[in-house]
């Protein structure tokens, strides 16, 4: 009977249980560990982990807790586990810089639910998702490998950002969609009281639009505390944004507008989407040069130059101790992409998929 793989999640709400569910489900032994006992408890019955506490001899720790707590349980899991430790918290910058041990890297799943808690747990939850891990320069080449292999075996899709790209990312496309739809919901409730059927009208793309302000309030305290300067610059864009809107209507610029308005649809249909067709992809075999953190270079780069990496891994030289990454990518970028590899000293080869 072969052992299955050991990993450790600490932290027991929505993501956290879903990771282990997903961990489980694909046959890994997972050990759940949280603040409240009796939440680590109900997940040992529900059958979301196979045990309780932090166990010491794993491959992989998870740390799924509120921002604010992620530092002291990065360093615990490091303290008391021999295997790589990451986070899933959506601010990544004072983690990332306090945490400075080679066995951990930063990551952030961007996904969710309206449910809370072990209730809203789903092991389907990271399919077809973006997670993004945040590798910096003392970060391990094999720990980035280990978490981002792991990680995309869940079906989510790997994404490498600096911390502080991904928190000035993150603030545009998360948090202060998240405050803004909160703000719409604030004005609807106010003008109900004077409108009853307002309301009632609230259908089709105003739920749609507001649908995430249904999250947990609390979560959002720590979030805003702790990526305060994106959040704030984000929201200053916004209401400049909104002020031009407001000027092109008020001066009845009908050609302005439809500019405006064009420019919008056309920038959410060129949104980037999972590849499906394999006779799309390119194979990029790269040699991972002897320098820290190469392999998550070619991670970070990918990023920003717009390329999604379909599928990868990292396999190991026999005639050297170093590493190949082995990339799919779609052909339509696989030049621009391998430009910006040869411009970082990466020498890759391309051949399209067989």
Known sequence: MTTPRRANVIGLGLIGGSIALAL??????????????????????????????????????????????????????????????????????????????????????????????????????????????????????????????????????????????????????????????????????????????????????????????????EIWLDICSENRGAITGALDALIAGLGEIRRVIDGDDRAGLHDRLARARDARANLPSRITDPSSLVEFRIPIPDRPGAAAEVFTLAAELGVNIANFEVVHLAESNRGLAVVLVDADIAERFRGGLIARSFRPSVAPLS
């Open 24 to 217: 489980r489900e694909r046959g890994w032994w997972v050990a759940g560990d949280d603040i409240d006992p009796r939440r680590a408890a109900l997940a040992h019955e529900r059958g979301v982990v196979d045990a309780t506490g932090l166990a010491p001899d794993v491959e992989i720790t998870f740390v799924a807790v509120p921002v604010l707590a992620l530092t002291g349980q990065v360093e615990r899991a490091l303290t008391g586990t021999a295997g790589v430790v990451t986070d899933v918290g959506s601010v990544k910058s004072a983690v990332c810089e306090v945490c400075d041990d080679p066995r951990f890297v930063g990551g952030h799943p961007m996904a969710g639910s309206e449910l809370d808690g072990l209730d809203g747990a789903d092991p389907a939850m990271f399919q077809g998702a973006v997670w993004v891990l945040t590798p910096v320069a003392h970060s391990d080449d094999t720990t980035f490998a280990a978490v981002a292999q792991v990680v995309a075996s869940l079906g989510a899709e790997v994404v490498g950002l600096s911390p502080a790209r991904h928190d000035e990312l993150v603030a545009v496309v998360s948090h202060v969609p998240h405050l803004t739809a909160a703000t719409l919901m604030g004005l609807a409730a106010d003008r109900s009281e004077e409108h009853a059927a307002l309301l009632r009208l609230a259908a089709g793309g105003f739920r749609d639009m507001t649908r995430i302000a249904s999250g947990a309030p």
